[in-house]
């Protein structure tokens, strides 16, 4: 972050931030608590980036059973079997005033506390930071988009959709889907490469042809989720 600041000649706070895969949402959850702060007199420069230098992470986690042995990551599909590390870079410019393509208006964090192990999601963790997030929606607003974390594994798909069904009531007429499915998991950089994703269309179409299954039916969702989720063969 300093090595930023010291190219681009910023003056302002400089911070980096290590959340693990939400870091990059942390940072941008900073960028937007500032800019609330400064009553939005400032420009924010948040960054990501995710680069695959040795084998030992990958190893590890090919161990643990996190990574799909077929290169694949399926999102809420029956064939999930875990997801696919890649590397990649995203920047995000928040702008001051009345320039309201680059604003976010609202931001809220949290964290799972205590769950069945270190990585293992806690749905109600997840439901009740969605719950408080939506209802700051101002009024006439309505949520048509959610941007899954979407591991594509057994334990995570699951959990994350039910808690987001939960957290917001129901997911009828909200699209659903990740952009893991597509590009792979960018680790620190994941949040904000699918924050990005969603600044650039209102929908994205996920990849590998999804088999709706054990993980979507599990998660309790509404009927007729299948109809939710954007596919492409």
Same mark, same amino acid.
């Given at each position: 972050?300093?090595? !930023?600041?010291?190219?681009?000649? !910023?003056?302002? @706070?400089?911070?980096? +931030?290590? $959340?693990? &895969?939400?870091?990059?949402?942390?940072?941008?959850?900073?960028?937007?608590?500032?800019?609330?702060?400064?009553?939005?007199?400032?420009?924010?420069?948040?960054?990501?980036?995710?680069?695959?230098?040795? %084998?030992? +992470?990958?190893?590890?986690?090919?161990? @643990?059973?996190?990574?799909?042995?077929?290169?694949?990551?399926?999102?809420?599909?029956?064939?999930?079997? #875990?997801?696919?590390?890649?590397? #990649?870079?995203?920047?995000?410019?928040? #702008?001051?005033?009345?320039?309201?393509?680059?604003?976010? @208006?609202?931001?809220? +964090?949290?964290?799972?506390?205590?769950?069945?192990?270190?990585?293992?999601?806690?749905?109600?963790?997840?439901?009740?930071?969605? #719950?408080?997030?939506?209802?700051?929606?101002?009024?006439?607003?309505?949520?048509?988009?959610?941007?899954?974390?979407?591991? *594509?594994?057994?334990?995570?798909?699951?959990?994350?959709?039910?808690?987001?069904?939960?957290?917001?009531?129901?997911?009828?007429? +909200?699209?659903?889907?990740?952009?893991?499915?597509?590009?792979?998991?960018?680790? %620190?950089?994941?949040?904000?490469? *699918?924050? &990005?994703?969603?600044? *650039?269309?209102?929908?994205? !179409?996920? &990849?590998?042809?999804?088999?709706?299954? @054990? %993980?979507?039916?599990?998660?309790? *969702? %509404?009927?007729?989720?299948?109809?939710?989720?954007? $596919?492409?063969?």
């Amino acid at each position: 972050a300093g090595r !930023l600041s010291f190219t681009l000649g !910023l003056q302002g @706070a400089c911070i980096t +931030i290590d $959340t693990a &895969c939400s870091s990059s949402l942390s940072a941008l959850h900073a960028a937007v608590l500032s800019q609330q702060a400064l009553d939005g007199a400032n420009v924010a420069l948040v960054t990501a980036v995710n680069l695959v230098l040795t %084998p030992s +992470i990958s190893v590890a986690y090919a161990r @643990a059973g996190m990574l799909s042995a077929d290169g694949r990551c399926r999102t809420f599909d029956r064939r999930a079997n #875990g997801y696919v590390r890649s590397e #990649g870079v995203g920047s995000l410019v928040l #702008g001051s005033g009345g320039d309201a393509a680059n604003r976010v @208006a609202f931001s809220s +964090i949290a964290q799972d506390g205590r769950s069945a192990s270190l990585t293992a999601p806690s749905g109600s963790a997840q439901a009740a930071l969605l #719950g408080r997030a939506a209802a700051q929606l101002a009024g006439g607003q309505r949520l048509c988009l959610h941007e899954s974390h979407g591991t *594509g594994t057994a334990l995570g798909d699951p959990i994350e959709l039910k808690a987001a069904s939960k957290g917001y009531g129901s997911l009828d007429g +909200i699209l659903v889907g990740t952009l893991k499915a597509s590009v792979g998991h960018l680790e %620190p950089a994941a949040g904000l490469a *699918g924050h &990005c994703s969603m600044r *650039g269309a209102a929908a994205r !179409l996920q &990849c590998h042809g999804q088999q709706w299954g @054990a %993980p979507v039916n599990a998660a309790n *969702g %509404p009927s007729g989720a299948h109809s939710q989720f954007s $596919t492409q063969q």
